[in-house]
């Protein structure tokens, strides 16, 4: 949402098309027209507000931020993608991902913690 309305003034002016569809590129699936029409009722919603000159500042900075961060989770999907892939490939992969909670990313840690020579330790 702060990619398309960086500022309050441009989050009152979205309509609940355009926040349904940023709501689908987000990759949301489910309820989106009533996700849309409670978000769109929060951005016109009474709040205290900046002038328009420290709003529009703000708004940059935003935008900036935004700008930043799309590529770095571009990244770091791209990271949990490789990792995952390699992850499958360790003999003991099945065995990890069996445990509660370990999905490919933990797991690759778990390996990388405690090492994967089952001889290393003595006794549990």
């Not at 000159?53 to 935004?66: E, I, L, Q, W, Y």
């Amino acid at each position: 949402m702060l990619e398309i309305a960086p500022t309050p003034a441009a989050g009152r002016a979205l309509s609940r098309a355009k926040i349904a569809a940023a709501l689908r590129r987000a990759g949301r699936l489910r309820n989106l027209d009533r996700r849309a029409a409670e978000i769109q009722a929060a951005l016109r919603a009474d709040h205290p507000e900046a002038a328009e000159p420290v709003a529009d500042a703000f708004g940059a900075a935003c935008a900036a931020r935004v700008a930043v961060l799309v590529p770095l989770n571009e990244q770091i999907a791209a990271l949990e993608r490789q990792l995952g892939e390699r992850f499958e490939r360790h003999p003991d992969a099945e065995i990890l991902r069996s445990l509660a909670g370990l999905g490919s990313v933990l797991g690759a840690r778990v390996l990388g913690e405690f090492g994967d020579d089952p001889n290393r330790y003595a006794d549990a």
